[in-house]
Antibody
Framework: EVQLLESGGGLVQPGGSLRLSCAAS????????MNWVRQSPGKGLEWVSS????????YYADAVQGRFTISRDSSKNTLYLQMNSLRADDTAVYYC??????????????WGQGTLVTVSS | DIVMTQSPESLAVSLGERATINCKSS????????????LAWYQQKPGHPPKLLIH???DRESGVPDRFSGIGSGTDFTLTISSLQAEDVAVYYC?????????FGGGTKVEVK
């Protein structure tokens, strides 16, 4: 059974940093594309970043490029999102998610429950 | 970026009646080599992550009731709930996975009339 469990969310001041983690199990983590998708309170879904399976290729939304870094530790089956220079509009529930096939260009079957990041002074 | 535009923003339908949601992409998400449209539909209920209902525009995920169907190709897509049930009350999103960035529609809220 595929499981994705996010952690690391919380309250942070504008300009601060936070690192999200996503512990994965039930599939070959190292070879799967992994995504971070966020949802601001009461708003829609917004893709944030992806890391391609079996490679170091990464993609970022323009809104986070240069501030966020996605990475993975395959020895720990864990996905990370390092978030720096946080702004109020980064406030959202952050979901870790992956397609059933593990391919980047696929619908996203598996989602974690999300972790809430609140950026406020 | 491929912009996904959903309509309507909200929809109230009587139980047992049909609900239809439209999604339009700003450019084609159809791939000729594999003859597939890179389009997914999700259902999201409050307090829960999205659930994938349909991918490749019309392929229903395992376990999804057959009252949910998707159709379309290129730039125009439709999700239909043939007979609305109370448990279908949710927000529905389309998403393209043809290009980067991955992009979602703004969502359609489906309620019972």
């Amino acid at each position: 059974e595929v499981q994705l469990l996010e952690s690391g969310g919380g309250l942070v001041q504008p300009g601060g940093s936070l690192r999200l983690s996503c512990a994965a199990s039930g599939f070959t983590f190292s070879s799967y594309a992994m995504n971070w998708v966020r949802q601001s309170p009461g708003k829609g879904l917004e893709w944030v970043s992806s890391i391609i399976g079996g490679s170091s290729t990464t993609y970022y939304a323009d809104a986070v490029q240069g501030r966020f870094t996605i990475s993975r530790d395959s020895s720990k089956n864990t996905l990370y999102l390092q978030m720096n220079s946080l702004r109020a509009d980064d406030t959202a529930v952050y979901y870790c998610a992956t397609p059933f096939s593990g391919n980047y260009h696929e619908g996203i079957d598996y989602w974690g429950q999300g972790t809430l990041v609140t950026v406020s002074s | 970026d491929i912009v996904m535009t959903q309509s309507p923003e909200s929809l109230a339908v009587s139980l047992g009646e049909r609900a239809t949601i439209n999604c339009k992409s700003s450019q084609s998400v159809f791939s000729s080599p594999n003859n597939k449209s890179y389009l997914a539909w999700y259902q999201q209920k409050p307090g829960h992550p999205p659930k994938l209902l349909i991918h490749w525009a019309s392929d229903r995920e395992s376990g999804v009731p057959d009252r949910f169907s998707g159709i379309g190709s290129g730039t125009d897509f439709t999700l239909t709930i043939s007979s609305l049930q109370a448990e279908d009350v949710a927000v529905y999103y389309c998403q393209q996975y043809y290009g980067t960035p991955l992009t979602f529609g703004g969502g359609t809220k489906v309620e019972v009339k």
